[in-house]
Protein backbone atom coordinates (compact mmCIF):
# COMPACT_ATOMS: atom_id res chain seq x y z
CA UNK A 1 0.00 0.00 0.00
CA UNK A 2 1.61 3.32 -0.93
CA UNK A 3 2.27 5.92 1.48
CA UNK A 4 -1.02 8.77 2.15
CA UNK A 5 0.05 11.74 0.45
CA UNK A 6 -1.46 14.95 2.27
CA UNK A 7 -0.68 17.16 -0.18
CA UNK A 8 -1.94 15.57 -3.37
CA UNK A 9 -5.45 17.10 -3.34
CA UNK A 10 -4.94 20.35 -2.77
CA UNK A 11 -2.26 20.38 -5.60
CA UNK A 12 -5.03 18.89 -8.12
CA UNK A 13 -7.09 21.46 -7.13
CA UNK A 14 -6.01 24.14 -5.23
CA UNK A 15 -6.55 27.14 -8.30
CA UNK A 16 -10.06 25.95 -8.63
CA UNK A 17 -10.85 25.52 -5.09
CA UNK A 18 -12.93 28.54 -4.32
CA UNK A 19 -14.89 28.38 -7.36
CA UNK A 20 -15.64 24.54 -6.60
CA UNK A 21 -17.25 25.65 -3.12
CA UNK A 22 -19.12 29.23 -3.95
CA UNK A 23 -22.61 27.72 -3.33
CA UNK A 24 -21.68 25.62 0.30
CA UNK A 25 -23.43 27.56 3.06
CA UNK A 26 -20.54 29.37 4.35
CA UNK A 27 -22.59 32.11 5.87
CA UNK A 28 -24.75 29.60 8.10
CA UNK A 29 -21.44 27.89 8.85
CA UNK A 30 -19.72 31.02 10.32
CA UNK A 31 -22.93 31.74 12.26
CA UNK A 32 -23.32 28.53 13.88
CA UNK A 33 -19.34 28.34 14.45
CA UNK A 34 -19.00 31.71 16.14
CA UNK A 35 -21.69 30.60 18.42
CA UNK A 36 -20.27 27.53 19.57
CA UNK A 37 -17.05 29.17 19.77
CA UNK A 38 -18.47 31.31 22.28
CA UNK A 39 -15.54 33.69 21.88
CA UNK A 40 -12.46 31.32 22.40
CA UNK A 41 -9.87 30.62 19.76
CA UNK A 42 -10.33 28.17 16.84
CA UNK A 43 -8.28 25.39 15.14
CA UNK A 44 -9.61 24.86 11.76
CA UNK A 45 -8.24 21.50 10.33
CA UNK A 46 -7.71 21.23 6.66
CA UNK A 47 -8.03 25.38 6.61
CA UNK A 48 -7.20 25.09 3.01
CA UNK A 49 -7.88 28.47 1.33
CA UNK A 50 -9.75 30.25 4.02
CA UNK A 51 -13.70 29.77 3.41
CA UNK A 52 -13.97 29.84 7.02
CA UNK A 53 -10.99 30.73 8.89
CA UNK A 54 -11.31 34.49 6.86
CA UNK A 55 -15.09 35.59 8.09
CA UNK A 56 -14.43 34.02 11.37
CA UNK A 57 -11.55 35.95 12.17
CA UNK A 58 -13.56 39.44 10.65
CA UNK A 59 -15.87 38.22 13.36
CA UNK A 60 -13.42 38.61 15.96
CA UNK A 61 -12.38 35.05 16.85
CA UNK A 62 -8.47 34.32 16.83
CA UNK A 63 -8.35 31.12 14.29
CA UNK A 64 -4.94 28.86 13.46
CA UNK A 65 -4.75 25.96 10.94
CA UNK A 66 -3.36 22.56 10.68
CA UNK A 67 -3.49 21.42 6.32
CA UNK A 68 -1.66 19.28 4.16
CA UNK A 69 -0.87 21.59 1.03
CA UNK A 70 1.06 24.05 0.52
CA UNK A 71 -0.84 25.30 -2.41
CA UNK A 72 -3.91 25.66 -0.87
CA UNK A 73 -2.17 27.82 1.86
CA UNK A 74 -0.36 29.84 -0.51
CA UNK A 75 -4.13 31.02 -2.16
CA UNK A 76 -4.94 32.22 1.68
CA UNK A 77 -2.02 33.74 2.24
CA UNK A 78 -2.83 35.87 -0.67
CA UNK A 79 -6.39 36.84 0.73
CA UNK A 80 -6.82 40.00 2.20
CA UNK A 81 -5.64 38.61 6.26
CA UNK A 82 -4.54 35.80 5.11
CA UNK A 83 -0.96 36.30 6.05
CA UNK A 84 -2.12 36.43 9.93
CA UNK A 85 -3.16 33.47 10.60
CA UNK A 86 -0.99 31.13 11.59
CA UNK A 87 -1.05 28.03 9.44
CA UNK A 88 1.60 24.49 10.27
CA UNK A 89 1.72 22.40 7.11
CA UNK A 90 1.09 18.84 7.96
CA UNK A 91 -1.31 16.11 8.76
CA UNK A 92 -4.04 17.00 10.61
CA UNK A 93 -4.68 13.42 11.73
CA UNK A 94 -1.18 13.78 13.58
CA UNK A 95 0.32 17.21 13.67
CA UNK A 96 0.04 19.53 16.80
CA UNK A 97 0.80 23.16 17.70
CA UNK A 98 0.54 25.17 20.31
CA UNK A 99 -2.15 25.88 22.66
CA UNK A 100 -5.59 25.04 23.74
CA UNK A 101 -8.67 25.81 21.59
CA UNK A 102 -12.20 25.96 22.17
CA UNK A 103 -13.58 24.86 19.17
CA UNK A 104 -11.25 22.70 16.26
CA UNK A 105 -13.19 22.59 13.28
CA UNK A 106 -13.46 19.44 10.54
CA UNK A 107 -15.84 20.59 7.75
CA UNK A 108 -16.95 19.58 3.67
CA UNK A 109 -16.30 16.24 4.49
CA UNK A 110 -12.82 16.54 5.04
CA UNK A 111 -12.66 13.61 8.06
CA UNK A 112 -12.91 10.83 4.83
CA UNK A 113 -9.81 11.97 3.16
CA UNK A 114 -7.69 10.54 5.91
CA UNK A 115 -7.26 6.97 4.43
CA UNK A 116 -8.01 4.23 6.73
CA UNK A 117 -9.96 3.99 10.04
CA UNK A 118 -6.71 4.41 12.64
CA UNK A 119 -6.08 7.86 11.03
CA UNK A 120 -10.04 8.78 11.51
CA UNK A 121 -9.31 7.70 14.98
CA UNK A 122 -6.14 9.15 15.37
CA UNK A 123 -7.97 12.69 14.18
CA UNK A 124 -10.26 12.76 16.79
CA UNK A 125 -7.99 12.30 19.49
CA UNK A 126 -5.32 15.21 18.12
CA UNK A 127 -8.67 17.11 17.98
CA UNK A 128 -8.99 16.54 21.60
CA UNK A 129 -5.62 17.07 22.09
CA UNK A 130 -6.30 20.80 21.05
CA UNK A 131 -9.23 21.33 22.93
CA UNK A 132 -8.80 23.11 26.30
CA UNK A 133 -11.91 21.28 29.21
CA UNK A 134 -15.10 21.37 27.78
CA UNK A 135 -14.19 22.55 23.76
CA UNK A 136 -15.75 21.25 20.96
CA UNK A 137 -14.67 19.99 18.17
CA UNK A 138 -16.91 20.01 15.07
CA UNK A 139 -17.05 17.73 12.22
CA UNK A 140 -19.13 18.19 8.60
CA UNK A 141 -19.59 15.08 6.59
CA UNK A 142 -22.10 13.34 3.95
CA UNK A 143 -24.08 10.08 5.34
CA UNK A 144 -22.90 7.16 3.40
CA UNK A 145 -25.88 6.03 0.68
CA UNK A 146 -24.15 3.04 -1.04
CA UNK A 147 -27.93 2.60 -2.89
CA UNK A 148 -26.52 4.96 -6.12
CA UNK A 149 -23.69 2.10 -6.65
CA UNK A 150 -24.27 -0.94 -9.32
CA UNK A 151 -21.67 -3.96 -9.56
CA UNK A 152 -19.89 -0.76 -7.61
CA UNK A 153 -19.77 1.98 -9.52
CA UNK A 154 -21.21 4.70 -9.83
CA UNK A 155 -21.54 7.62 -12.63
CA UNK A 156 -23.64 10.87 -11.50
CA UNK A 157 -24.34 14.02 -12.81
CA UNK A 158 -23.70 16.89 -9.98
CA UNK A 159 -24.25 19.79 -11.16
CA UNK A 160 -25.31 21.62 -14.66
CA UNK A 161 -25.13 26.18 -15.37
CA UNK A 162 -24.46 27.65 -18.02
CA UNK A 163 -20.66 28.07 -17.20
CA UNK A 164 -19.81 24.22 -15.51
CA UNK A 165 -21.02 20.87 -15.67
CA UNK A 166 -19.56 18.62 -12.81
CA UNK A 167 -20.19 14.69 -13.14
CA UNK A 168 -18.57 12.60 -10.55
CA UNK A 169 -16.99 8.71 -11.15
CA UNK A 170 -16.81 6.47 -8.37
CA UNK A 171 -15.81 2.83 -7.50
CA UNK A 172 -16.76 1.42 -4.46
CA UNK A 173 -14.63 -1.31 -1.88
CA UNK A 174 -17.30 -2.08 0.49
CA UNK A 175 -14.76 -4.29 2.57
CA UNK A 176 -12.50 -1.48 3.57
CA UNK A 177 -15.13 1.91 3.56
CA UNK A 178 -13.54 2.99 0.89
CA UNK A 179 -14.91 5.32 -2.36
CA UNK A 180 -12.41 5.96 -5.18
CA UNK A 181 -13.67 9.02 -6.86
CA UNK A 182 -13.09 11.57 -9.72
CA UNK A 183 -15.10 14.55 -10.58
CA UNK A 184 -15.17 15.74 -14.27
CA UNK A 185 -15.47 19.78 -14.22
CA UNK A 186 -16.20 20.82 -17.74
CA UNK A 187 -16.20 24.12 -18.53
CA UNK A 188 -15.51 26.95 -21.50
CA UNK A 189 -11.75 26.66 -20.86
CA UNK A 190 -11.77 22.75 -20.80
CA UNK A 191 -11.97 19.95 -18.69
CA UNK A 192 -10.38 19.48 -15.75
CA UNK A 193 -9.36 15.77 -13.90
CA UNK A 194 -10.60 16.20 -10.20
CA UNK A 195 -9.89 12.57 -7.79
CA UNK A 196 -10.14 12.41 -4.65
CA UNK A 197 -10.53 9.43 -2.42
CA UNK A 198 -12.31 8.87 0.69
CA UNK A 199 -12.57 6.21 3.73
CA UNK A 200 -16.45 6.76 4.59
CA UNK A 201 -17.84 6.02 8.17
CA UNK A 202 -21.13 6.60 9.15
CA UNK A 203 -22.05 9.11 12.07
CA UNK A 204 -22.49 6.24 14.48
CA UNK A 205 -19.05 5.41 13.78
CA UNK A 206 -18.00 8.71 14.19
CA UNK A 207 -19.36 8.85 17.79
CA UNK A 208 -17.69 6.04 18.83
CA UNK A 209 -13.92 7.49 17.66
CA UNK A 210 -15.08 10.38 19.91
CA UNK A 211 -15.70 8.40 22.78
CA UNK A 212 -12.65 6.82 22.25
CA UNK A 213 -11.00 10.50 21.98
CA UNK A 214 -12.81 11.20 25.38
CA UNK A 215 -15.61 13.13 23.99
CA UNK A 216 -19.28 13.16 24.00
CA UNK A 217 -21.57 13.92 20.90
CA UNK A 218 -23.37 17.13 21.91
CA UNK A 219 -25.02 17.78 19.05
CA UNK A 220 -25.95 16.22 15.51
CA UNK A 221 -28.09 18.31 13.11
CA UNK A 222 -29.00 17.48 9.63
CA UNK A 223 -26.81 20.78 7.99
CA UNK A 224 -25.27 24.51 9.12
CA UNK A 225 -29.03 25.77 9.99
CA UNK A 226 -29.58 23.75 12.77
CA UNK A 227 -32.13 21.11 10.86
CA UNK A 228 -33.13 18.22 12.79
CA UNK A 229 -30.95 14.97 11.93
CA UNK A 230 -33.56 12.53 10.45
CA UNK A 231 -33.56 8.89 8.64
CA UNK A 232 -33.69 10.88 5.53
CA UNK A 233 -30.61 13.22 6.38
CA UNK A 234 -27.87 12.86 3.76
CA UNK A 235 -25.49 15.01 5.56
CA UNK A 236 -24.68 15.37 9.59
CA UNK A 237 -22.91 18.54 11.28
CA UNK A 238 -21.90 16.82 14.23
CA UNK A 239 -20.60 18.80 17.54
CA UNK A 240 -18.91 16.85 20.39
CA UNK A 241 -17.45 17.57 23.25
CA UNK A 242 -14.20 17.22 25.54
CA UNK A 243 -15.63 15.68 28.93
CA UNK A 244 -12.70 15.43 30.36
CA UNK A 245 -8.52 16.30 30.63
CA UNK A 246 -6.93 15.37 26.81
Not at 132 to 156: M, Q, Y
Request: glycine letters at 10%.
Amino acid sequence: MTSFDVAAYGRSIADIYDATVRDLPTQAAVELLCELADGGPVLEFGIGTGRLALPLVSRGLNVAGIDGSPDMVEILRRKSGGDGIPVTIGDFATTRVDGRFALVVLTTNTIFALPSQDAQVSCFRNAAAHLEPGGRFVIEAWVPDLTGFRDGSSLRLLSVSEDVVLAEAARLSPAEQLMYTTKVRMTGEGLRLLPANHRYAWPAELDLMARLAGMEREHRWSDWAGTPFTDDSRAHVSVYRLTGGA
